[in-house]
Antibody, heavy 121, light 110 residues
Framework: QVQLVQSGAEVKRPGASVRVSCKAS????????MHWVRQAPGQGLEWMGI????????GYAQKFQGRVTMTRDRSTSTVYMELSSLRSEDTAVYYC??????????????WGQGTLVTVSS | QSALTQPASVSGSPGQSITISCTGT?????????VSWYQQYPGKAPKLMIY???KRPSGVSNRFSGSKSGNTASLTISGLQAEDEADYYC??????????FGTGTMVTVL
């Protein structure tokens, strides 16, 4: 079965960067696009961006342009999301989600367990 | 891009039907039949309930249905059950491989 396993919780200082990983198994890694979604405490879901694990192309929400970078390692079936210049408002649970075989599809049927990133001085 | 607008809360009694609206613009909901709906319990990852406006993934109860009219999409839960008490989010394609979520709706079963 499909599994998306994310890296563990992180605590970062303001201004630092964080990299969260999402390791996929149970399917052909390059078949499905991967999305990143975050959720601040007590708040709603926020779409951050998309990466095509096959070619590595990316698309980011305007809000995160210039601060987020999504990459993938096909040899380990892992995608990464790096967010820089962290501020307290970036404190959130970060999720990876997959299942769609084209970029405009919202068929995100598989989700990681979430990674809590806390930004605090 | 602003979040799609959803009512903050909707409630109903067991067995009743409720409908959650998701209002966007002609640039998002109104432009594409690519609206999905997610259910989320506290502390858990979201679960896909509806995709492409009205399609249900395998395993999702047929008590959940979706529709769209103009710039507003809707999720209807019929035969409301206690287990349906959760947060629900809509999500729409925006074009250029980007997406936007709704503000979220808390469903309460009375």
């Amino acid at each position: 079965q499909v599994q998306l396993v994310q890296s563990g919780a992180e605590v970062k200082r303001p201004g630092a960067s964080v990299r969260v990983s999402c390791k996929a198994s149970g399917y052909t890694f390059t078949r499905y696009y991967m999305h990143w979604v975050r959720q601040a405490p007590g708040q709603g879901l926020e779409w951050m961006g998309i990466i095509n694990p096959s070619g590595g192309s990316t698309g980011y929400a305007q809000k995160f342009q210039g601060r987020v970078t999504m990459t993938r390692d096909r040899s380990t079936s892992t995608v990464y999301m790096e967010l820089s210049s962290l501020r307290s408002e970036d404190t959130a649970v970060y999720y990876c989600a997959s299942g769609a075989d084209y970029d405009s599809s919202g068929y995100w049927v598989d989700w990681g367990q979430g990674t809590l990133v806390t930004v605090s001085s | 891009q602003s979040a799609l607008t959803q009512p903050a809360s909707v409630s109903g009694s067991p067995g009743q039907s409720i409908t959650i609206s998701c209002t966007g613009t002609s640039s998002d909901v109104g432009s594409y039949n690519l609206v999905s709906w997610y259910q989320q319990y506290p502390g858990k990852a979201p679960k896909l309930m509806i995709y492409e406006v009205s399609k249900r993934p395998s395993g999702v109860s047929n008590r959940f249905s979706g529709s769209k009219s103009g710039n507003t999409a809707s999720l209807t839960i019929s035969g409301l059950q206690a287990e349906d008490e959760a947060d629900y989010y809509c999500c729409s394609y925006l074009g250029s491989s980007t997406f936007v979520f709704g503000t979220g709706t808390m469903v309460t079963v009375l």
